[in-house]
């Protein structure tokens, strides 16, 4: 019996992981031609019908490009410091619930490769840890750019990561459960956003911060650092980053389904497609917004994190706490 | 042997080799890096224990937070600590007092309670568990913490404040 459960785990895992890179390498074209519209031209359009095989030319220029590593690099830390983006990034999919409970010949089946009770909880552990990849690989390329493309992302993520966290509490004070799969069945009657209209705008805010993207993309900004981080990566470690930043918009739009758009819930549709079509909501917006607003300065970054997003999660707790103590009576 | 002893012997030799790496690397950065895998390593071992609330916490703050800022403080100042032994004298004789003090801690809680279920309790229980305890029995000790946490917040502000009037910037 432990054996099929472990078939049928690898088995979803194996889908999840196709969609969720499928999706990502997808969304480079989707970024890239919209932003091409946005900026009245036509993006990428050579290879093959609308550009359809460009993720797939990019892919293979990648792998076939040369490895360097620049002198006085630290060698270890320079070659691990990409897959630890990668992979939290695609480690946080695990907890995400992708459809109601499946019955097949008499078992239930749920439709998430681990409901963990803790799993609010283990993204925001994920999601800690790829500060990782950005620091030391800022670190460990020897160059002053990247160095300070790093720091940069350091303290950003540290920062943004605070208000993320207190955006959820009130998730999870309605819900009254850590685990995601919970958290959708709490939605059955209304999604979050309806109640939690502001835990939804400072968690859409801090997601951006947290996957360095315009206008907080300090860390790689191009003016000032040529590409920050990841200056002295090239070939399959550069696009180790950049595949891990684009699961990582992916997995963060999956999570605002789940936190506050009801997750797979919907009418008419089948519960994978609406979890799909809610989670290519924020890459949009993302991309919307990269092309829309310009970069913000070091300290306007810093000072939005810890003077505005901060103190209004906390209010919106305390304020979400009283209104449940008012309404219990 | 069981698979669960397996390995925890297993994670165990991980946690103690990567800590002896932390504290005898005299390159900063690869001692933060051993000391979080270390910190991820305890973190496993404790999701083997059945304490998933106690692990993640422990990423989250350990591994996330606080070294993360150590790792943002050693690359920003960048000390050269090239030159000298790896473990001066100076640091000895506190590395063998603090040391001391730990071995005689743990010995006391393996001899009063061998099968470690008095610790093994708490640290599995759940987050809503864990959360009545502390604030329905030990609210004036979390008061306390967060009022030591409010000074520790409030001092950093005062010394991060500059000391001089801004002078009136210059006309663009």
């Given at each position: 019996m432990w054996f099929l459960g472990f078939v049928l785990l690898l088995l979803k895992t194996a889908i999840v992981l196709t969609i969720l890179l499928g999706l990502a390498a997808y969304l480079i074209l989707v970024e890239r031609k919209l932003l091409g519209r946005f900026q009245i031209r036509f993006g990428p359009n050579r290879a093959g019908p609308f550009g359809i095989w460009q993720p797939i030319a990019d892919g293979i220029k990648m792998i076939l490009k040369e490895d360097t590593i620049p002198q006085g690099a630290d060698r270890v830390v320079f070659k691990y410091a990409p897959a630890v983006v990668a992979t939290v990034a695609i480690l946080i999919?695990?907890?995400?619930?992708?459809?109601r409970d499946a019955i097949l010949w008499g078992y239930d089946i749920p439709m998430v490769i681990s409901d963990l009770n803790v799993g609010l909880l283990y993204v925001l552990a994920l999601s800690s840890l790829s500060v990782y990849g950005v620091a030391l690989g800022g670190w460990a390329s020897n160059s002053k750019y990247s160095l300070l493309g790093g720091i940069r992302g350091a303290a950003q993520m540290v920062s943004y990561e605070l208000p993320l966290g207190l955006s959820l509490v009130p998730v999870v004070m309605l819900a009254g459960s850590f685990s995601l799969v919970d958290i959708v069945n709490a939605q059955?009657?209304?999604?979050?956003v309806v109640v939690q209209p502001i835990a939804f705008v400072i968690f859409l805010i801090a997601a951006v911060a947290e996957s360095k993207r315009l206008p907080f993309d300090l860390p790689e900004a191009e003016n000032e650092l040529n590409a920050g981080y990841h200056t002295e990566f090239s070939g399959m470690r550069f696009a180790l980053y950049f595949i891990g930043e684009y699961v990582h918009m992916m997995v963060l739009g999956a999570l605002v389904a789940v936190f506050f758009?009801?997750?797979?819930?919907?009418?008419?549709?089948?519960p994978v497609v609406w979890l799909v079509l809610k989670a290519l909501m924020v890459p949009f917006f993302l991309i919307w917004t990269r092309a829309t607003l310009p970069r913000l300065r070091y300290d306007q970054l810093m000072h939005f994190g810890w003077k505005l997003l901060i103190p209004i999660a906390l209010l919106n707790i305390l304020a979400t706490g009283a209104v449940m103590l008012w309404l219990r009576g | 042997m069981t698979l669960h002893g397996l390995i925890f012997y297993l994670l165990a030799s991980v946690i103690l080799a990567s800590t002896g790496m932390a504290i005898t690397r005299r390159n900063l950065v690869h001692a933060v890096l051993y000391l979080v895998f270390s910190f991820i390593g305890s973190a496993l071992l404790f999701c083997l224990f059945g304490a998933p609330f106690l692990a993640l916490l422990q990423v989250i703050i350990y591994a996330g937070a606080i070294m993360v800022v150590f790792l943002f403080i050693v690359m920003m100042v960048?000390?050269?600590?090239?030159?000298?032994?790896?473990?001066p004298l100076r640091q000895l004789l506190p590395m063998v007092l603090f040391g001391f003090m730990y071995a005689v801690v743990g010995v006391l809680v393996a001899v009063t309670d061998p099968a470690g279920r008095a610790v093994l309790e708490t640290a599995v229980a759940k987050p809503t568990e864990f959360g009545h305890y502390v604030f329905a029995r030990h609210y004036l000790a979390v008061e306390i913490i967060s009022l030591i946490l409010l000074i520790g917040l409030m001092g950093a502000l005062h010394l991060g404040r500059e000391k001089v009037p801004k002078e009136p910037e210059e006309p663009s």
């Open positions: 999919a695990a907890v995400i619930p992708f459809s059955a009657c209304y999604p979050f758009l009801g997750g797979w819930r919907g009418p008419w549709l089948p | 960048k000390p050269d600590l090239s030159e000298g032994t790896v473990l």
